[in-house]
């Protein structure tokens, strides 16, 4: 079985700042990793994934994630936030010998970007 | 395309009435996903269908609930009787195929109150 836990479930940050969710995750399996973002009243839309290949992924709206296997971490981050960045995060896996795409997601960091 | 459709989009109901949420995925998108969203338990995958067919339905909380697939381009969750704990936000996903590597894309939600 997988788990995979983000660590705050709040972040405030000011406007322009930089930011970095952080995200672990247990698994006997390698995985693939992900991150979705949820605004305000939307579904879940993918910001990034990690498959394989260069530990440092980069995603939409200037979001990256770097894989760190050692650590079993994938966390996000973004150089300078803007306020239409605030939204819900979530942290997500699925095993390599999963036949399907069964995704377990971690409890969700919500950004909260001041002016 | 218009993406995943989801209705209706808000539902209130008494407990013990029954509830039909309906999911239209992606058109050639083989894979279906129903997802519930709570504050308590975060999101949770309840179903799985593949090419139609259920593949893993242990997300499913009890026999109250029931979903069914009887074509590639809808599929419907019926919750009966419905009770107040299954007050959420049920998310239906697609994708192209099975695998990690395939996204899944997630449609608005149906925000459903069981008073």
């Known amino acids: 079985a997988q788990s995979v836990t983000q660590l705050d479930s709040q972040v405030p940050v000011f406007e322009e700042a930089p930011v970095e969710l952080r995200c672990n995750y247990s698994?006997?399996?390698?995985?693939?990793l992900f991150w979705y973002v949820q605004y305000p009243n939307q579904g879940l839309q993918l910001l990034l994934k990690?498959?394989?290949?260069?530990?440092l992924v980069k995603g939409i709206n200037g979001f990256e994630a770097e894989f760190n296997k050692s650590q079993t971490s994938f966390h996000l981050r973004k150089p300078s936030v803007h306020i239409s960045d605030t939204a819900e995060y979530f942290c997500a896996v699925i095993p390599f010998n999963n036949a399907g795409n069964m995704l377990t997601f971690g409890g969700g960091t919500r950004l909260m970007v001041k002016p | 395309d218009a993406g995943v459709i989801q209705s209706p989009r808000h539902e209130v109901t008494e407990m013990g009435q029954e509830v039909t949420l309906r999911c239209k995925p992606i058109s050639g998108h083989n894979s279906l996903f129903w997802y519930r969203q709570t504050m308590m338990r975060g999101l949770e995958l309840l179903i799985y269908f593949n090419n139609n067919v259920p593949i893993d339905d242990s997300g499913m909380p009890e026999d109250r609930f029931s979903a069914k697939m009887p074509n590639a381009s809808f599929s419907t969750l019926k919750i009966q009787p419905s009770e107040p704990r299954d007050s959420a936000v049920y998310f239906c996903?697609?994708?192209f195929g099975a695998g990690g590597a395939y996204e899944q894309y997630f449609g608005p939600g149906t925000r459903l109150t069981v008073t």
């Open positions: 996903a697609s994708s």
């Open positions: 990690y498959l394989s290949g260069s530990t």
């Open positions: 698994s006997s399996v390698s995985v693939y």
